[in-house]
């Protein structure tokens, strides 16, 4: 006589939680096109269908994702910001570190941050990324208002910080520079971009 068909359970206490945190897994292994909601139900022990109570769809798994995504960026990078003090350039160096460790210990969520922010429609990823993105701005602001960056244009130079810690970013994780040499390089990085964002 065959085994009976064992049915995983529908509910969970924390469905949504728990399926966003496996989300998380399989994309730092095995990458977000690996992602699959029947396979996250399998793996958090639910039933195939449970996770359609919190997300329509693939899409919409990888879109929450993403907002959970900037959300967290954004309490790592407030963490740093209130440990480094008042003073304008510790502050910048602490933030410049946090981004750039999550930025290559969250390589694959990364992408899927910045993918799922410039998709139409997705106002609620871009909400979320304005917190992180709008604390590097006011630390910019921070600089002009102290005198050590150049005052032109607010946006231009928070851009050109966040393109050279991304750039870092980009280096080590795809292998040409290895990971111990990012503290190094984050250093040297936010120390060319005083010298070079300072008052002429």
Do not use: C
Request: glycine letters at 10%.
């Amino acid at each position: 006589m065959p085994d009976p068909v064992i049915e995983r359970p529908y509910h969970h206490g924390s469905l949504r939680a728990a399926l966003l945190d496996a989300a998380e897994r399989r994309l730092r292994a095995d990458g977000a096109d690996r992602l699959s909601l029947r396979d996250l139900a399998r793996e958090v022990g639910v039933s195939h269908g449970a996770p359609r109570r919190h997300f329509a769809d693939r899409q919409a798994l990888l879109d929450a994702l993403a907002e959970s995504g900037f959300a967290r960026l954004d309490r790592e990078l407030r963490d740093a910001l209130a440990g480094a003090g008042e003073e304008f350039e510790p502050r910048l160096h602490a933030a410049a570190t946090a981004y750039a460790r999550f930025a290559t210990e969250s390589a694959s969520l990364l992408d899927v941050m910045y993918a799922g922010k410039h998709r139409p429609g997705a106002d609620r990823i871009l909400a979320a990324a304005s917190a992180p993105f709008g604390l590097l701005r006011r630390l910019v602001r921070q600089g002009q208002g102290e005198g050590v960056l150049v005052t032109d244009d607010l946006d231009r130079v928070a851009t050109v910080l966040l393109a050279t810690l991304q750039g870092i970013a980009s280096f080590i994780n795809g292998g040409v520079v290895e990971p111990e040499h990012r503290g190094v390089l984050v250093e040297a990085a936010v120390d060319q971009f005083l010298h070079g964002a300072g008052p002429r």
